[in-house]
């Protein structure tokens, strides 16, 4: 539920705090008071495209926030943890529109993009414009109203996996016989290479092993001879270092009764002298195991040249060789069993087109159900909005076999009938704005009705309707207000009458300014504020004595 809106440097309005209430509030004012300026602001928090018309004249930037109780919407706290951004039962919106016309959006305080805005409101929100029935003669949108008002999304989203399947498996089967006329001349060529790679037999990570051995190889006499001098310089010779270490060790161990402090000494010098000694078996054990080969150097050349050389052939390093092998033979193995994947393929496609079918034909029924219901809710509010004998009738047909989409077969199309005896047409070719704008109301309500969206705001829906058609649109909207959250902004004293709370907006005008200020009426101003969308400019005791009257029935 939306708590409360607090706009700053807005179109004309300077700065505005609204707290709003549970159930219905009726939006009043007259013409140019900035009403609709309102929803725009909400419609720019819920992601809507801003633009720097949108700042005020002479201010740098807009700001506009919002808070939301969001403790029973589950969807809503579901999607704030999926994006880390969930805080605690309410959740904060914010939108600052700079002069140069970007914009920055927030969401707890974190910066969001658009998009996150957008997607986030809709779960807050459900915004049905004056114009609403522009939209409502899109097929697109008949299909997805009935859907929603029918509650067929499993079913749907079972229905859209299946046919995003069968997509792909068709294009795979394609690419196969697509590729038919190349591949035995493909497959000879792969052959070829096959078996030059077999006959090669590449191994994962032989050519660093090949290079490593080649440099000892090519370079084994300085080693032998280098090797040889310090095993003997070290420790073999009469005057090696180990020899002069050890006569150290022998010379300082009286010393070191004599004079305790060359006991470390002595024991540093015998530690070089363990550790020389270590070093000195290494040493003498790998010139042992070196050797002068002469044949397997010149193997190791042969076989680095060979596997450079075909790496070169492929155009690829002679590191990659084995991976290169591996993903030829994948391809090899996937052109030779080319025909048995087509069969099973075309099995596939045969399995999918049956659960396609079974699923898009028990979406047919339901939704045939879903427009029965829907249409006679709607037919039955056409009558109490000065549509006598006027019938709503959804109709649900099956496009055939060959129209496979995402949705279903289905073709789904509101058809109308404002006067008794005419047969239902298209909604499209509903001549008269007002019936069209009547009927959109109608199916509004009853579509709202079923919204899990806790704040529902109406704009001017009830443009082109009067007299007792106007009471019964606020009965019908009061009624809402019993389970939804419902702003409705309206020009009609008996839509704003039956509203369980009431704001007005007004224009203030000086010579240098002109600011927008919402007051929430009670009691005589609210009597006073009907009084004048009854009367007008003049005003009688009469006059409010009607508007009383209106408020006491509401």
């Not at 899109?138 to 859209?160: C, I, V």
């Not at 790496?311 to 002679?318: E, L």
Request: charged share 25%; proline share 3%.
């Amino acid at each position: 539920m939306l708590l409360s809106l607090h706009i700053r440097d807005f179109a004309i309005i300077d700065e505005l705090e609204i707290e709003l209430q549970p159930g219905t509030t009726a939006l009043t004012g007259e013409t140019g008071a900035g009403k609709s300026i309102l929803l725009d602001a909400l419609g720019l928090l819920l992601g809507d495209r801003a633009d720097a018309g949108s700042v005020r004249h002479g201010a740098e930037r807009a700001d506009i926030s919002a808070s939301f109780d969001i403790a029973r919407l589950d969807s809503a706290r579901s999607w704030l943890r999926a994006q880390s951004l969930d805080l605690d039962d309410e959740c904060q919106l914010r939108r600052v529109i700079l002069r140069s016309g970007r914009s920055r959006g927030y969401i707890n305080g974190s910066p969001v993009p658009a998009q996150s805005l957008r997607e986030l409101g809709e779960h807050l929100v459900d915004i049905h414009g004056q114009h609403e029935h522009q939209s409502l003669m899109k097929r697109d949108l008949q299909r997805q109203l009935l859907d929603y008002h029918g509650g067929h999304d499993r079913l749907l989203d079972e229905l859209a996996a299946i046919h995003r399947d069968w997509k792909q498996v068709d294009a795979d089967i394609a690419a196969i016989i697509g590729a038919g006329n190349d591949r035995d001349s493909r497959l000879e060529f792969l052959r070829f290479q096959q078996q030059e790679l077999d006959e090669l037999a590449p191994q994962p990570g032989e050519v660093e092993q090949l290079h490593e051995e080649h440099r000892r190889l090519s370079n084994a006499g300085q080693l032998l001879e280098t090797c040889d001098l310090h095993v003997r310089q070290l420790y073999d010779d009469e005057h090696a270092a180990q020899s002069l270490i050890s006569q150290a060790l022998v010379d300082l161990e009286p010393l070191a009764r004599i004079d305790p402090a060359l006991q470390e000494t002595g024991e540093l010098i015998n530690s070089a002298l363990i550790q020389l000694e270590e070093g000195c078996s290494q040493l003498r054990n790998y010139r042992d195991r070196l050797e002068l080969d002469p044949q397997r150097l010149q193997w190791v050349e042969q076989r680095l040249d060979a596997l450079h050389r075909v790496a070169g052939k492929h155009h690829i390093q002679a590191e990659a060789l084995p991976e290169f092998q591996a993903r030829l033979d994948e391809e090899l193995a996937t052109l030779e069993q080319a025909d048995e994947r087509l069969q099973a393929l075309e099995a596939q496609r045969e399995q999918l087109f049956a659960r396609y079918e079974k699923a898009a034909q028990q979406l047919t029924r339901k939704r045939k159900k879903t427009a029965a219901q829907l249409s006679g809710q709607v037919s039955a509010d056409m009558q109490t909005l000065g549509m006598k004998g006027g019938q709503f009738v959804i109709e649900v047909t099956d496009g055939g076999s060959e129209r496979m989409s995402p949705h279903g077969r289905d073709r789904i199309e509101f058809l109308v009938s404002a006067n008794p005896g005419q047969p239902p047409r298209p909604l499209t070719k509903v001549a008269s704005g007002g019936e069209l704008s009547r009927i959109s109301l109608a199916i509004q309500v009853s579509a709202a009705a079923d919204t899990r969206i806790p704040t529902l705001i109406f704009d001017e829906v009830d443009t082109g309707v009067g007299g007792a058609v106007a009471e019964t649109v606020g009965m019908q909207l009061q009624a809402l207000g019993k389970h939804h959250q419902v702003l409705c902004v309206t020009h009609l004293p008996q839509v704003a009458a039956q509203a369980h709370q009431h704001l007005r907006v007004s224009k203030l005008t000086s010579e240098t300014t002109t600011r927008t200020r919402v007051q929430a009426l009670e009691d005589d101003e609210r009597t006073e504020e009907i009084a004048r969308m009854l009367g007008g400019r003049k005003i009688t005791a009469s006059t409010r004595a009607h508007a009383r009257e209106m408020l006491q029935s509401g």
